[in-house]
């Protein structure tokens, strides 16, 4: 937030467009700042590392925090909180369908570990909103 209240994306809006839209169709807000990109990097990468631990907790916290405290700094870092959440969500419920969710999740696990580190790529070097694929969309 800056003195007039606003936050840095709606006065950027205000002068300019921050977002540019590639000729492949994606969305990039190229001018974010390096704390912003670290965030967007840490929490793409930071179920990754939950999955390789073998501690679920991590899948949460991590992610719960990082985009709860950094969420009103930037439309990015609050657009991939949601993602990221939308992502744990979709695991706990394919986890809790039996043998049909099971299933899913032999397929969906390794996808979504591919596609965290291929996000954390895409948003902290290009400012891309990164969407994972075979997720449920419950925060929008």
């Known amino acids: 937030m800056n003195d007039a209240g606003q936050d840095w994306d709606s006065q950027a809006e205000a002068t300019h467009s921050p977002y540019v839209v590639d000729p492949s169709g994606k969305i990039r807000q190229p001018s974010v700042c390096g704390v912003a990109k670290t965030v967007l990097v840490g929490s793409h990468l930071w179920p990754l590392i939950g999955a390789v631990t073998g ?22 870092i609050d657009d991939q ?42 948003t902290g070097r290009r400012g891309e909103y990164f969407r994972y694929p075979m997720t449920f969309r419950f925060i929008s």
Do not use: H, Q
């Not at 990221?84 to 394919?94: E, G, S």
């Open 55 to 76: 501690t679920l907790p991590l899948l949460w916290i991590g992610v719960i925090i990082f985009w709860g405290i950094m969420k009103d700094e930037s439309k990015i």
């Open 81 to 122: 909180g949601r993602e990221l959440m939308n992502v744990m969500l979709t695991f706990v419920v394919l986890a809790v369908i039996p043998i049909i969710g099971w299933l899913a999740l032999v397929v969906w696990i390794p996808v979504t570990l591919i596609s965290a580190i291929r996000g954390a790529i895409a």
